[in-house]
């Protein structure tokens, strides 16, 4: 059973869409298929990114704070 992309953590996303990507690249995929792992590969993508984004905003308040408590909070 796949794990669903909102209970994956950022390195298992990453580690996923790689492997879709290796999919598309060497593999000759039926059309159907590429277009369930092309929907699957956007979808990791805008998962990471938020990810990310979600990690920048983190850094820049422990920026911002500069105080070692804070940063435990996070």
């Not at 492997?19 to 590429?34: M, S």
């Amino acid at each position: 059973m796949e794990e669903k992309i909102e209970n994956m953590d950022f390195e298992n996303a990453m580690k996923k869409l790689e492997e879709i990507n290796d999919r598309l690249e060497k593999n000759k995929v039926p059309l159907e298929e590429a277009v369930c792992l092309y929907e699957q590969g956007m979808k990791l993508v805008e998962y990471c990114g938020k990810k990310l984004d979600e990690a920048e905003g983190d850094i820049k308040k422990i920026i911002i704070d500069g105080d070692s408590e804070s940063i435990e909070d996070l």
